[in-house]
Every structure is written in structure tokens, then in C-alpha cells.
């Protein structure tokens, strides 16, 4: 297959996100600067402008049910939403939204769910505090209202002052269905090993508060930072699989869709997959959930899968290093 170039990125990009299609990739650079890529035309740039005065971290697209509109995560702890709009026979342009003000404690990251036919927005802080928002007009984009605000513990008596967080990582569950309640899973990287471990959190509709589903981590490694959080599309599986990049390498958990008889749901950790030289940046699954893609800090792309036994491996490498 011929290789084709997508998009000419700068020296100063920080961050990419492609949006839920795969067609449109948008990139935030050091100086502030949002650049959006349309993948079937010219790797130029169609739309450029200055989000920010300070550098991007994060670009997240909302999901596709809201037109085509980003959220940048800054560096200066704030975070703000666009949208691209058309006036009659004029170029598209990008139009600023909301800004959230980062306050004492800067935000993070941030990840778009959908719950029947509303969208929520989970937000971290580095005060390993998390913010649910809620948007009460689909059209309007800047009418967000906060549903929740609380610690990523499971245990009240565990709370001891604000941890400094650098990191956080996010995952919504991908499942919709009127059946489906509103969950995502979290974890930190914190000097708190209370924050750090990835938690499931779920809406609880019969008292509109949000409840911890269950800790993914080993008695012994529930402290580990994490730097990466995905939640796989589940097409027929009586359970959902979660990856947790920490420290120790990618692990692989399996999360039981019914609750046992104490209430709790059953989890197991298949696998930990190691291969990475250093910290795991980014975790991804594909369409089917069959298959995990794992950046590293090393240059490497890996392609992981199950065989028909369970056992998982590596299927492919990408060395980004490498100069074409």
C-alpha cells in the first residue's frame, strides 16, 4: 500500500486528535496555535488561528453528534471550546465558545461522554479533583452546568489534603443504550498514591450522584501512576475490557458486566504487556476493540491482540525514530 501524507505538522505541535471518523485531524502547538487538517485534501492546514497565548497540551474532538467543535487543554491550567461554523458563502471559520478558568489548581485533561441524549464532559484538575459538566442546550455549546465535583478515592477516610497531580487520564465507556448508565474510568499521576489507581465511576440515576464501580489495581500496585487509560468498544462480550498503562508495563483487565452477589463487579487482569522503553504515552483501540495501539516515549508504536487462546501479543511495531 503507497504511503500518503496526511499532514505537514510544524516543529512546535505539541498534541494531535483526529476526530471520530478519522478524516479531520486538529493539532495545538507551543505558541498557542490550533491547526485543523482535512485528511482527503492538501496536508496544509485549512483553518489556523491562536486558541491560546500559552502552549496546547490536549485536543479533544466532542463527539460528532455536536458538529465539528474541539476542546484545548493549555498550559496555563485553562480550557477552552471551539466550534466551526459556516456564514452563507464564506470560508468556515472557528468560533470560541466557553472558556473554563483554571482557578487554584490547573485542569488536566478533559473527555466528551454520551449519555441517551446528553452530553457530559469530564474534567481533571491538579488538585486531583474531578469535575462533571453537563451541557444543557445541544445547540449551544457555552451553556455547561456542573453536575459533580469530587477526589478520585474510594475511601473518605484516605482524604489527606490536595495531591499534586501532573497527569490524569480519562476513558469513557463506549457502550450507549437506554439500559446504560454513564461511566468512565480515570487514574492520576500524583505524589498521592490514594489518587493515582485507575477507578470506574457510574451515574447513579436513582439519587443523580456518581459512585466508584471498582478499583483496577493488585493490592500491591493500586499506588502505581498511570499514564494511560482506554476503554474498548464492546461488541457482544459479557465483559469490558480496560487498558491501564502505568509504570509496570500496559495491563489488560477484564470488567464483569453483572454484579456478583455482593454487589461488586468481578475484575481480572489477563495480562500486563511489556515492550516499551519508558513511559506509555497514549493508549487506543480500534473500531472492534480487538486490537490496543500503545505510544511509548521511546518512538515506538506497538499493535497488541489476543489469540483465540486469550493470550495476548505484539502484532506489529512502528518505529517513529526512523526518518523516511
Known amino acids: ?193 490514594n489518587f493515582n489507581s485507575c477507578k470506574i465511576w457510574e451515574f447513579e440515576e436513582a439519587h443523580q450522584r456518581w459512585l466508584p464501580l471498582v478499583e483496577l489495581g493488585s493490592p500491591q500496585d493500586k499506588g502505581d501512576i498511570v499514564h494511560a487509560v482506554a476503554w474498548a468498544p464492546n461488541i457482544g462480550r459479557p465483559y469490558e475490557i480496560i487498558a491501564v498503562a502505568t509504570c509496570k508495563g500496559i495491563a489488560i483487565w477484564h470488567i464483569g458486566l453483572s454484579a456478583e452477589s455482593d454487589g461488586s463487579l468481578s475484575t481480572e487482569n489477563v495480562a500486563v504487556l511489556s515492550g516499551h522503553d519508558g513511559e506509555v504515552l497514549q493508549l487506543e483501540w480500534d473500531m472492534g476493540g480487538m486490537t490496543l495501539a500503545s505510544t511509548g516515549g521511546d518512538g515506538m508504536v506497538k499493535l497488541w491482540q489476543a489469540n483465540l487462546n486469550g493470550v495476548w501479543h505484539e502484532q506489529a511495531v512502528l518505529d517513529c525514530n526512523v526518518s523516511h
Open 1 to 193: 500500500m503507497a504511503e500518503r501524507q496526511v499532514a505537514e505538522l510544524g516543529a512546535g505541535a505539541a498534541c494531535v486528535g483526529w476526530n471520530h471518523c478519522g478524516r479531520r485531524l486538529a493539532a495545538g502547538a507551543v505558541d498557542g496555535f490550533v491547526s485543523v487538517y482535512d485528511s482527503q485534501s492538501q496536508p496544509s492546514p485549512s483553518s489556523k488561528w491562536q486558541a491560546h497565548e500559552h502552549a496546547i497540551l490536549n485536543i479533544v474532538w466532542l463527539p460528532p453528534d455536536y458538529g465539528d467543535a474541539i476542546a484545548c487543554v493549555c498550559a496555563d491550567g485553562t480550557l477552552s471550546l471551539w466550534e466551526e461554523v459556516s456564514e452563507d458563502d464564506q470560508l468556515p471559520t472557528w468560533r470560541k465558545c466557553k472558556v473554563f478558568e483554571s482557578g487554584n489548581s490547573h485542569i488536566l485533561n478533559v473527555q466528551f461522554g454520551l449519555q441517551l441524549s446528553s452530553l457530559k464532559m469530564v474534567t481533571a484538575y491538579s488538585d486531583g479533583q474531578v469535575k462533571v459538566y453537563e451541557l444543557l442546550d445541544s445547540l449551544e455549546l457555552d451553556k455547561w452546568q456542573l453536575q459533580a465535583e469530587f477526589q478520585n478515592i474510594t475511601d473518605p477516610v484516605s482524604r489527606s489534603g490536595k495531591p499534586a497531580c501532573t497527569s490524569a487520564s480519562i476513558a469513557w465507556s463506549p457502550r450507549r443504550g437506554e439500559s446504560q448508565q454513564a461511566s468512565f474510568a480515570i487514574g492520576f499521576n500524583s505524589d498521592s498514591p
